[in-house]
C-alpha cells in the first residue's frame, strides 16, 4: 500500500474509536496528521491540559487500531497537552498547539546525518564533519544514533564503557576533542542489537537527554540508514536544526536518498544539503582523479529536489584505513585533499546556515 493510502486506510480505521465527550477520532481537531515512513506510522492527539486520563482508553484503541491496519509497521501514537496558548488554525479550532520539543540541556544547535540505505559512509561523513566543524572553531559533540548498528567506537577508536556520574548520567568519551556517544561503547563486543521500537526511542532519549554535553554549539546527530522509528522520534522530541543527506553518486542510493528527503519535508524538518561520497577516485600513486561512477549525479538529484549541493568526497583508501582503525581523516591526515573536501563542506554549512554559529 502506498504511503498515502495507507495513511487515509489508518485515518479510517480511526473512526472506531471513541473519545471522551462524544464523537470519534478520526473527525477529532487535535489529531496530528497521520506520518507514514517505510517502518513506522505515526500521529498525535493533542488534548487539553488535564483531559490526558480521560484521553488514555482512545490512545490504546487508536494504537490496536492502527496496528491492525498497518501490521508491518510500528505504530507510535503519543498523546500531548500543551501548555503555550494555541495560535492560529489551532486557536480558531479550540485545540491546544502543537507538543512543545524541549531543548537538550547543554546543546544549543542540532544538526542529524542520514542517508537513504546503508554502506554509504554516513557515519564516516558524520564524525569528519563533526571534526572539520570543530576545527572552525566550535564546540562540537557526535551521538551515534545508529543503535541497530553503531559505528562511533570504532571510527572515533572509543574505548571502554562511558563513565557513568552518581546522579546515572552519561559522562561522554573526549574523542579528537569531540564529546562523543554511542551504545556500541555499552555492548560486549558481537552482542546483537536487537531492539524493539520503544526500547530504541527509549535508549535514544537517554543517549541525547542523559549525557553530560557540557556546553556544546553543535551536537552531530548520526543518524541509522533509511527512515524509520529513530528517525521519527528524534524529531518529535527535539528540535533539529538541520539535516544532511549522505549519498552515492550511483542512482540507486539516489533514490533511497529521494524518499528519506521525502520523509524529512513531510515532518518539516531543515535539509541542510546532500553531500556526495565515494564521488570521485584519486589515484594514490599519481593522484590523478577518475570519475569512475560518472560525475555529477548527486547535484543534479539535488538541484532537482531544491537543495542545496554540499559537496563531493573522494573515494580514497585513507578513509577506509583510517577510519577502520579510529583515526578520522581530518586528524591522520588534515592537510589531505579528502580531509580539504570535508573541511570545504563544514565551510559551505557554516556560510549557508550562519545560525548555527552564533
Ligand atoms: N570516501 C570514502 N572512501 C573510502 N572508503 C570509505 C569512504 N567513505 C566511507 N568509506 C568506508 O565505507 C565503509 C562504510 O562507511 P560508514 O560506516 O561510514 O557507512 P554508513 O553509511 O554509516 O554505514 P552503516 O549503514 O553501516 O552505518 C567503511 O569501511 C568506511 O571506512
Do not use: C
Request: proline share 7%; net charge negative.
Amino acid at each position: 500500500m502506498a504511503d498515502t493510502e495507507l495513511a487515509n486506510a489508518v485515518k479510517s480505521a480511526l473512526a472506531k474509536v471513541e473519545i471522551p465527550g462524544g464523537g470519534t477520532l478520526s473527525g477529532y481537531a487535535g489529531l496530528s496528521e497521520i506520518i507514514v515512513t517505510k517502518s513506522a506510522v505515526a500521529f498525535a492527539i493533542a488534548v487539553a491540559p488535564g483531559m490526558e486520563t480521560a484521553f488514555g482508553p482512545a490512545r490504546v484503541a487508536a494504537q490496536s487500531a492502527a496496528e491492525a491496519i498497518a501490521p508491518d509497521h510500528k505504530v507510535m501514537v503519543s498523546l500531548t497537552s500543551s501548555k503555550p496558548p494555541a495560535t492560529g488554525q489551532a486557536a480558531a479550532q479550540g485545540r491546544p498547539g502543537p507538543a512543545p520539543k524541549s531543548p537538550v540541556p547543554g546543546v544549543r544547535k542540532i544538526i542529524a546525518v542520514g542517508s537513504g540505505k546503508g554502506g554509504v559512509g554516513k557515519s564516516t561523513t558524520a564524525v569528519n564533519i563533526a571534526l572539520a566543524l570543530k576545527a572552525e572553531g566550535l564546540r562540537v559533540g557526535i551521538l551515534d544514533a545508529d543503535l541497530y548498528g553503531p559505528s562511533l567506537p570504532k571510527l572515533l577508536g572509543l574505548e571502554g564503557k562511558p563513565a557513568v556520574r552518581e546522579d546515572g548520567i552519561f559522562s561522554p568519551h573526549d574523542a579528537f576533542g569531540l564529546k562523543a556517544i554511542s551504545i556500541g561503547s555499552m555492548l560486549t563486543q558481537d552482542q546483537a542489537v536487537v531492539w524493539r521500537g520503544p526500547m530504541a526511542t527509549s535508549a535514544l532519549r537517554q543517549l541525547l537527554r542523559e549525557t553530560d554535553w557540557g556546553d556544546l554549539d553543535i551536537l552531530v546527530v548520526d543518524l541509522p540508514p533509511g527512515t524509520g522509528d529513530i528517525h521519527i522520534s528524534l524529531f518529535q522530541q527535539a528540535v533539529v536544526d538541520g539535516v544532511i543527506i549522505v549519498s552515492t553518486p550511483q542512482d540507486l542510493a539516489l533514490i533511497d536518498a529521494k524518499k528519506a528527503i521525502d520523509m524529512l519535508r513531510r515532518l518539516n524538518v531543515p535539509l541542510l544539503g546532500l553531500v556526495e561520497n565515494m564521488s570521485y577516485f584519486i589515484a594514490p600513486d599519481t593522484g590523478n582523479r577518475y570519475d569512475i561512477f560518472g560525475h555529477g549525479g548527486a547535484e543534479a538529484a539535488a538541484a532537482a529536489q531544491k537543495m542545496a549541493f554540499l559537496g563531493a568526497v573522494p573515494l580514497v583508501m585513507s578513509i577506509r584505513e583510517t577510519s577502520d582503525t579510529g583515526q578520522p581523516v581530518l586528524v591522520s591526515n588534515p592537510e589531505g585533499p579528502e580531509a580539504e573536501a570535508f573541511r570545504a563542506i563544514a565551510t559551505k554549512i557554516l556560510a549557508d546556515t550562519p545560525s548555527l554559529r552564533s
